[in-house]
């Protein structure tokens, strides 16, 4: 028995010579009639050779720049159930270090991400990344159509998750070693969501900015734009200008901006700023710089917890600080929130039209009882996640104007309860990053580049304290967990600064320079 069988292993490791020998080209190029997945159609596989831009299916974007590794494309379609699929596509570079990165989507929207398919090439891992169920950034393909409103829910990553190890295994005659995510935003609702209902399929997750509490995350913007004019517009007394948010800016940074130990701009801690536009108040006429007593009401608002009929919590205030980011004015500028406006009409009451003059608590508690797609992703038990040695990092902008950051620590907080611990340092770790806007940029120039993706150059530099990507990995292959994650300008190399983890330290200034100090 034992020759045969070594004749037998023999021509087996000739074979594998054999393919490893083939070019990434005719390795690429077979793919095209040798992949064969459940329930998939391989649309097309094409070799990359290097930097080029190539022209993208759907109507997100109309071309994609491959900027850094030669590669093999595949794009696929693959149907989840009878009444939906996903579009999406698998980057697999020639230098592969052996690990798989699944990929996230933005906003209520459904578009491949690839910005990040060339990010995560650059740094040797196989990406996969889809269009979550449907094409384009508006919520209008939810309606009628339950079975697209749980891919975007729940099943899209899972499914790429499933197909991209799949894609690996086939390319490079090897399972990934190890499998990530990344995403932010409505991507980092993905992520954490992956955590919860499928935690084996990723041993290490990044989960910016998340969308959880996604019901009451778009009462509450629905809410709050209600509080400024929408949907009256500028026709509304509550409704700010540019200009009249400037004042509250200069008067928030005035009462606040010194609480962290300088005046930079930037408050780095915006929950420990007790912010009171009462001195706006104009004594007489409005004029351009002071507001009327609506408006100084709604800035109130927006600056308070969304609270139910009881005076329980439903959602977070904005942070302060936020409204002098270039998005503000999505949720800010006097129109009804857009995500806010297609949830409510496509997933919750599945109608074209619906009228916000008088959205109420009883809108949201209807999304809430529907919860559509199970897309609430409001629960603290990773207890399995945890138990399988998964790891997640997560962060926070606190400049953030559409997601408010202090949702993350009332995240955190939940899972602390749910798990009955006082830290989750052994697994979860989440990072704010004061000055920093929605996922990235922020104030001007800022460190708050750390390799989180979003568009290209976040990855200012690539070792494990610079580029939460890496220190991920190093968490999930060396057991080295981060403790802090240094952030680095866009525009200059130079200026650093170092961001503290949540609930253990916070960001001051110690008089020379910023310091993670612990908290009291
Ligand atoms: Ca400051």
Redesign the pocket.
């Known amino acids: 028995m034992l020759l045969p069988l070594r004749g037998a292993l023999a021509a087996l490791v000739a074979s594998e010579k054999r393919d490893d020998l083939l070019s990434p080209q005719s390795r690429c190029a077979a793919l095209q009639t040798t992949l064969k997945l459940a329930n998939t159609q391989i649309l097309n596989v094409t070799y990359i050779p290097g930097p080029t831009t190539v022209s993208t299916p759907g109507s997100c974007v109309s071309s994609a720049a491959v900027n850094n590794a030669p590669l093999c494309r595949v794009q696929f379609v693959t149907n989840t159930t009878s009444t939906s699929a996903l579009h999406g596509e698998a980057w697999l570079p020639d230098v592969w270090y052996g690990r798989f990165l699944g990929l996230g989507n933005a906003q209520v929207g459904g578009c491949v991400d690839y910005t990040n398919l060339d990010y995560a090439t650059s740094l040797h891992f196989a990406v996969i990344s889809t269009d979550n169920g449907h094409d384009g950034l508006t919520g209008l393909p939810f309606l009628n159509h339950p079975e697209v409103i749980n891919d975007f829910g729940f099943r899209s990553v899972h499914t790429e998750a499933i197909l991209g190890k799949q894609i690996v295994q086939k390319y490079y005659s090897r399972a990934p070693a190890k499998s990530y995510y990344m995403g932010c935003s409505t991507g980092g609702r993905q992520g954490i969501q992956e955590a919860l209902k499928y935690p084996n399929d990723f041993d290490g997750i990044v989960a910016g900015s998340p969308a959880t509490d996604w019901n009451n995350l778009l009462g509450w913007a629905g809410m709050v734009s209600k509080a400024v004019g929408a949907p009256a517009g500028a026709a509304s007394p509550s409704f700010l200008t540019t200009a009249d948010w400037a004042l509250v800016t200069a008067e928030a ?1 005035k009462q ?13 801690e915006p929950n420990d700023c007790k912010f009171d536009p009462t001195p706006l108040l104009c004594a007489g006429d409005k004029t351009a710089t002071c507001l009327t007593a609506a408006q100084v009401t709604a800035v109130k608002n927006v600056f308070s917890p969304l609270r139910d009929s009881n005076g329980a919590l439903m959602y977070p205030q904005y942070d302060i600080g936020a409204q002098a980011d270039g998005l503000y004015s999505l949720i800010l500028g006097g129109n009804f929130f857009s995500f806010t406006a297609d949830w409510t009409r496509y997933a919750v009451k599945n109608v074209t039209s619906f009228d916000f003059t008088n959205y109420s608590l009883a809108d949201i508690k209807q999304s809430i009882q529907i919860n559509p797609g199970s897309t609430a992703t409001w629960n603290g038990d990773l207890s399995a996640f945890r138990r399988r040695g998964g790891k997640l990092l997560t962060f926070h902008g606190r400049r953030d104007p559409l997601i408010p950051s202090s949702n993350s620590k009332r995240m955190y907080d939940m899972i602390a309860k749910t798990l009955k611990t006082p830290s989750l340092d052994d697994f979860y770790r989440l990072f704010l990053i ?1 000055g920093m806007g929605h996922c990235t940029r922020g104030i001007d120039g800022g460190p708050t580049a750390f390799g989180q993706g979003q568009f290209p150059g976040t990855n200012r530099v690539n070792d494990t304290q610079h580029n939460i990507l890496l220190a991920l990995v190093d968490w999930v292959e060396k057991g080295k967990a981060p403790n802090t994650i240094t952030g680095t300008s866009l525009t200059d190399l130079t200026m650093q600064k170092v961001h503290c983890r949540y609930p253990i330290e916070k960001s001051v ?1 110690d008089g020379s320079q910023w310091v993670c100090k612990k908290c009291a």
Do not use: F, R
Request: with cysteine.
């Open positions: 940074l606040c901006d010194g609480l962290d130990g300088l005046v930079d701009g930037i408050i780095n004061p200034w």
